[in-house]
């Protein structure tokens, strides 16, 4: 196999190094770069274009659930995103999957079905854990949510996630090298498709998903 470039962001040292094993055997020269913090998965997602796969702990410093894995796929939209948690619950499987993960990986697998799952994601599937039925959102309101979040472009994507930050539109702007009529007609039109009247409305919506005890996944 050609060499891939990977992400681990994972905050356990002795985990990262089992994703670490699991990948280097897919490839000769793997580069496997680590974050052991939400801000360290941004940093190497939004600084490397050419990223292969992501392995992503959800309950790193930093992070905030499944609102991260939101925050992240809007930084790289393109880069399959595989979601390595214990909370390996239905719930949280499948909303992860509903909201752009390429897979999910229970943090009880061995490390040949790690291989395994991330091989058949880097071939272009989806995996979950095998044998689980996912079933359907029993709650309404977070799946109404999940459908307005799937409308979102990856830029209006980004821009709720650093809404969710604190950031201004003046600071939004200034980090993704767009003006600020721009970044308030993003505003906008997330406000619209999330159904909300205020950025402080789209920010508790999204914590929503990110607070859920079946979504605070780690």
């Known amino acids: ?29 793997a580069d496997i770069i ?5 801000e360290g998965a941004k940093a190497a997602i939004g600084g490397n274009d050419d990223i292969d796969l992501v392995l992503l702990d959800l309950s790193m410093p930093g992070a905030s659930g499944l609102s991260g894995l939101i925050s992240l796929r809007g930084i790289h939209a393109d880069v399959p995103m595989v979601v390595v948690s214990a909370h390996d619950d239905p719930e949280t499987i499948r909303r992860a999957l509903e ?16 291989r395994s799952a991330v091989a058949i994601v ?3 599937g989806v995996v979950a854990p095998s044998g689980m039925d996912l079933g359907i959102e029993r709650d309404p309101e977070i799946s109404d949510l999940i459908r307005r979040l799937q409308t979102l472009t ?5 821009v709720l996630g650093m809404l969710a930050e604190g950031l201004l539109n003046k600071q939004i702007a200034y980090e993704l090298k767009v003006s600020e009529a721009t970044i308030k007609a993003h505003v906008s039109a997330i406000l619209q498709k999330l159904g ?15 607070t859920d005890p079946l979504t605070a996944a780690g």
Do not use: N
């Open 122 to 124: 880097l071939d272009g």
């Open 34 to 38: 680590e974050a052991g913090d939400f």
């Open 99 to 114: 909201l752009g993960a390429s897979g999910f990986i229970s943090k009880s697998a061995s490390i040949d079905d790690i």
């Open 196 to 210: 909300v009247d205020s950025r402080t409305q789209a920010v508790i919506l999204l914590s929503k998903i990110g």
């Open 1 to 29: 196999m050609p060499g891939y470039r990977f992400v681990i962001a994972d905050d356990h040292p002795l985990f990262r190094g089992a994703l670490k094993q699991a990948l280097a055997t897919l490839a000769d020269d």
């Open 154 to 158: 990856p830029q209006q994507t980004r």
